[in-house]
């Protein structure tokens, strides 16, 4: 009764608040200093130009709590034709609303946004409704309560080093609350990928979510079979990857939005008997997958790839329907493929628009996971299997399925990759997705290059 007097209090407070609220540098911890020297580059070229630039977003809440971001994303008046002839190395992204990701050397993008307003249906529409695109250019204040979470909407500016919160996102900081901006019933019916977002961000910062924003994704959850399936994927992938995938499985299923995205577990896990030695099993995936993600460094970065990744999200419930230690051979090893790609065809294919490829190869780490456990002892792999393209993969998961089963910790050698050389930049990506299109940013350090431009 008394959490929920006080969370009613934040919530009138809240509503009471002056907008914005200007925290002034003194009274917080971000400082100029810290953050990216590209970031700062585009920042300062956008103030030279009479434009206004925020460091926004994650950015903004890593640097506040004393994390390293991972990206640092800009917003700002600025219209994409405008940014395009600003930033020579840059290119333009997205079918509906345009963003410019400016290019440097190592690879690494700064991704730049023009304000956008909040849509009308988000404000007046009907609450069952699934928001549609809206694209218009707004304001600062627009644009901070289109953001999904309080502590993802806030603005750091460079001329007074202040940050500008327009949605209590500080106060949220402070206490260590993930709260969905506005009215969360609504905000997730607009667009329940929200939903997914709040799980992803209380378990990477050990968070807890509000209860109005905690109720709203528990009753709602089901909504997210409306999203796209790409996007759905997209998102599940990001709390894989983000190296806390074991805290985001935890709130997953207390909310049990694992069980709208992966039903099967729904009947499987529980919390008595084989039912929660296979929710044990399943954790025990997802903290080994931490470990190796916690293990990277700049110079040696450890790479999981989405396909391994998946099949560990996978694996208790396969193993739960095939004996990974069954001998395979001639017809039977046909045949457990097929079954294998007919079940994830029926459960997970059409739920995450998989491509044939992936459904392949996640076929072929189980399958061909039987051989390697059979052969484990001695590690005398056959070596028709060592010739095989798909080696690397399937040893990389019988490491991670060896560990979770109680054997060796992975030394991570297996996982290591060499760092992208400067003169790398990744493939152009737009609406309809990855793939090398019109001209391609590079650097030349050629009598009469340009830079951003190769000349021809």
Known sequence: MAEDLNSRK???????????????????????????????????????????????????????????????????????????????????????????????????????????????????????????????????????????????????????????????????????????????????????????????HASRNDFRIDRKSWSAIVENRDKLLLCPPSRIRDELLKDLHGGCAAAWLKIAIRSKILYTLLPFYEELISDTGSGAALGDTLLRYMQVIDRLHNSSTEKQPVVVSDNLLLASLLAPWIHSKFDAKEKLVGAAHHNRSRELRNLLDMAIGERFNLKRAVKENITTLFVNLTHLIRHSEDKNWPKWLQKKSYFTDCSKFFEIYSEVRGGKEIKNLSFREEPIADNVLPPVVNGRGRGYQGVMPTFSSSPGGIFGLRKH
């Open 10 to 200: 934040e919530e009138e407070e809240r509503v009471q608040q002056p907008s914005p609220l200007i925290i002034q540098e003194a009274d917080h911890p971000i400082r100029i200093k810290d953050i990216d020297k590209e970031a700062l580059k585009v920042l300062y070229r956008l103030r030279d130009a009479g434009f206004i630039g925020f460091l926004v977003g994650g950015g903004v809440r890593d640097l506040y709590l004393g994390k390293k971001p991972k990206d640092f994303d800009i917003s700002t008046d600025a219209r994409p034709g405008q940014l395009r002839k600003l930033f020579r190395n840059s290119r333009a992204i997205g079918r509906r609303f345009r963003l410019v990701q400016v290019f440097f050397h190592g690879g690494k993008i700064i991704e730049v946004s023009t304000l956008r307003s909040q849509s009308e249906y988000d404000i007046n529409g009907d609450k069952h409704t699934v928001l549609p695109a809206n694209n218009t250019y707004g304001t600062l204040e627009d644009d901070a309560f289109r953001r999904d979470l309080t502590v993802n909407s806030l603005f750091f500016e460079i001329e007074n080093s202040t940050i500008i919160d327009y949605v209590g996102g500080v106060k949220d900081l402070d206490k260590g609350v993930v709260r969905i901006v506005g009215e969360p019933e609504r905000r997730v019916t607009r667009d329940p990928v929200r939903m997914m977002r709040a799980v992803r």
